[in-house]
Structure formats: structure tokens, C-alpha cells
């Protein structure tokens, strides 16, 4: 898919899995995660990014005390 924004996406993501054709485009993204009823990497806090674990609940784990 092209997207404008691509490069600009690249620079702010940090979705840490390497192999990932999504990375920079950011509704195919949002539109995978959504379809496992998970969230991307970006609303999550680099250590936090790191397990891979995009589900909601450990979202709502991190964040308990925020």
C-alpha cells in the first residue's frame, strides 16, 4: 500500500517486530491489531512494547496506575 506518510510513521513508530509489513502504515496496522482485538505497538511504552503482548488487558495492566 502507498502511503504518503510512510517515512514520516517509520521515524515516530516503535513497534519493535522488525519483519513487519505494516510498519509506517498506520491504518494497516491499526486494522490487524483491531481484527485480534489488540492494540499497536505506539500505545504502548517501549519496555512494555517489547513482550509483544498488544492485548488490552495487559494495556490496561501497564497503565493501572497512570
Known amino acids: 500500500m502507498n502511503c504518503l506518510n510512510k517515512q514520516k510513521n517509520i521515524n515516530d513508530c516503535n513497534c519493535s517486530y522488525e519483519p513487519c509489513a505494516r510498519k509506517g502504515v498506520c491504518c494497516e496496522c491499526l486494522r ?6 489488540e492494540l499497536p505497538a505506539c ?3 517501549s519496555d512494555a512494547e517489547k513482550t509483544y503482548d498488544r ?3 495487559h ?3 501497564v497503565n493501572k496506575n497512570k
Open 32 to 37: 490487524y491489531h483491531r481484527a485480534s482485538s
Open 59 to 61: 494495556f490496561l495492566k
Open 43 to 45: 500505545y504502548f511504552a
Open 55 to 57: 492485548s488490552i488487558n
